[in-house]
């Protein structure tokens, strides 16, 4: 009698999942609902101004003369808006693709027979101020002035009129080796470049207040809650509250600062873009980040210098292609004015020089297969 009853009560497998999908549905419409009232009654929070929390990197891309060409990234914190249309930054004028990259053209999967050259890298790589642009003469530039991924590609493209060549810049301003290597983890196999041109520096060695490896954790769970963050208003005001209720009092100990990625592992991350490039099968170039002098601001060009010089180490090491533009070093600084537009960025001349020396390169390690490569004088 017991058995019958305990049987004749079991609810129903189809009405269980009834009973669970409606409680699934309610839930998803009050969270739906939650957003919809969060969107209409409350300013809308950006995710950069969330993602991007250190003084030192809202000086660089979260200022409010500065964020324009800027927006959120769940992985790497920013990156660029996607069609940028002559948008004006900081004395560059700066065009965007549909995929965020500086770039004329789409870039997705890469068409067969293209022979694609990835520059990954920071802002020397994007081309700060290449050409410089006044703010009041927006359209008075020389379209000549080139960075050097589109020197190379423009020479390249020349030399092989036959030839789908392309060369761009995977490269954002502010970025360090810790967020490169994140990015070609992400987007390597999807672009498959035929050679990846590596080069960091100044902002790895820059002091912060926490470093990026606190900051940007690229684990899947924190990158999970950032994109929430990007895509929900709700969870984006959540977020900002909670900020809110952890603010440092004068009585907290001041953070130290520190390089936002030690030598140790500026080092690692050279040699892990390096190792992946490779079991990509595209060739590498790495190059010693430009600095311009060693009297502006010595403790800083000394920091230079040593992460350089281990770089270089590394990379003989290795056996991996290392180029060191003795002119755009502080080793040249009495005499290599012409080539900076100030301390930190190559002018056009030195992006040309830059150009010049890795077509040499280029050609010394044959690295382009069976590419004419030009004999390209700066």
Same mark, same amino acid.
């Given at each position: ?69 800027? %927006? ?26 549909? &995929? ?41 530039? *020389?379209? %000549? ?14 030399? *092989? ?30 672009? +498959?470049?035929?050679?990846?041109? #590596? ?33 929900? &208003?709700?969870?984006a005001h959540a977020t900002r509250w909670l900020r809110s209720q952890n603010v440092r009092t004068a009585s907290d100990p001041a953070p130290s600062p520190r390089p936002r990625v030690s030598e140790t592992e500026y080092i690692e991350n050279f040699k892990a873009i390096v190792s992946l490039a490779r079991e990509n099968r ?16 010595? #403790? ?13 180490? #590394?990379?003989? +090491?290795? +056996?991996?292609?290392?180029? %060191? ?29 830059? #150009? ?23």
């Amino acid at each position: 009698m017991r058995k019958q009853t305990a049987t004749s009560s079991r609810i129903p497998l189809r009405r269980r999942i009834f009973y669970i999908g409606v409680i699934y549905a309610v839930f998803l419409l009050l969270l739906l609902s939650v957003e919809l009232i969060t969107r209409v009654t409350l300013t809308h929070v950006s995710s950069l101004d969330l993602f991007v929390a250190t003084p030192q990197q809202r000086m660089q891309v979260a200022d409010e003369k500065q964020s324009g060409i800027f %927006e959120g990234d769940a992985l790497l914190l920013w990156r660029l808006r996607p069609n940028l249309d002559r948008a004006y930054w900081d004395f560059t004028v700066v065009s965007t693709n549909a &995929q965020g990259f500086r770039a004329n053209y789409p870039i997705g999967e890469k068409p067969a027979g293209t022979f694609r050259i990835v520059c990954l890298g920071d802002s020397v790589t994007f081309g700060y101020r290449v050409p410089p642009v006044w703010p009041e003469r927006p359209n008075d530039y *020389n379209p %000549e002035w080139l960075p050097y991924p589109m020197l190379l590609e423009k020479e390249l493209r020349t030399a *092989n009129p036959t030839r789908r060549i392309e060369v761009f810049p995977m490269a954002v301003p502010g970025y360090t080796t810790h967020q490169g290597l994140a990015w070609l983890r992400r987007d390597i196999e999807h672009l +498959q470049p035929d050679v990846v041109i #590596a080069s960091f520096g100044w902002n790895d060695a820059s002091v912060s207040d926490v470093s990026d490896r606190e900051t940007i954790d690229t684990r899947w769970v924190p990158v999970a809650i950032r994109w929430l963050v990007d895509h929900s &208003q709700a969870f984006a005001h959540a977020t900002r509250w909670l900020r809110s209720q952890n603010v440092r009092t004068a009585s907290d100990p001041a953070p130290s600062p520190r390089p936002r990625v030690s030598e140790t592992e500026y080092i690692e991350n050279f040699k892990a873009i390096v190792s992946l490039a490779r079991e990509n099968r595209a060739s590498v170039i790495v190059i010693g980040a430009p600095y311009r002098d060693s009297t502006t601001n010595p #403790a800083e060009a000394q920091l230079m210098t040593s992460y350089r010089t281990a770089l270089k180490s #590394a990379m003989e +090491q290795s +056996q991996t292609p290392y180029l %060191e533009v003795l002119e755009l070093t502080e080793a040249a600084g009495t005499v290599n004015q012409g080539f900076f537009g100030e301390l930190i960025h190559p002018n056009h001349m030195g992006h040309r020089l830059m #150009a010049s020396e890795l077509l040499k390169l280029m050609s010394e390690r044959r690295l382009l297969g069976d590419l004419d490569i030009p004999n390209f004088v700066p």
